[in-house]
Nanobody
């Protein structure tokens, strides 16, 4: 059974930094990453990373956010710098099994950036 544990959200001022973590267990994972959903908006991709280390970022976070992973610990991180009020959202961890098409979502962690 796949289990995801997210941590690291919170309240920060504009220009501040936060680091999100998501520890996964119960399988071997391929793509891992983060999505976010702001009030009244659809869930959107923030950043994803493959098991080989290839990354993809939303244009809105390029140069400010960095995604990384520890394959041995099956943990994915999102370092968020130069945060803006428009980054305020619930951030969801996303993982996909290495073999097959099954994917999983974390419970979400709130990130609030005050102006």
């Amino acid at each position: 059974q796949v289990h995801l544990v997210e941590s690291g959200g919170g309240l920060v001022q504009t220009g501040g930094s936060l680091r999100l973590s998501c520890a996964a267990s119960g399988s071997i994972f391929g793509v891992m990453g983060w999505y976010r959903q702001a009030p009244g908006k659809q869930r959107e991709l923030v950043a994803v990373i493959t098991s080989g280390g290839s990354t993809n970022y939303a244009d809105s976070v390029k140069g400010r956010f960095t995604i990384s992973r520890d394959n041995a610990e099956a943990t994915v991180y999102l370092q968020m710098n130069s945060l803006k009020p428009e980054d305020t959202a619930v951030y969801y961890c996303y993982v996909a099994k290495l073999f097959g098409t099954t994917n999983y979502w974390g419970q979400g962690t709130q990130v609030t950036v005050s102006s």
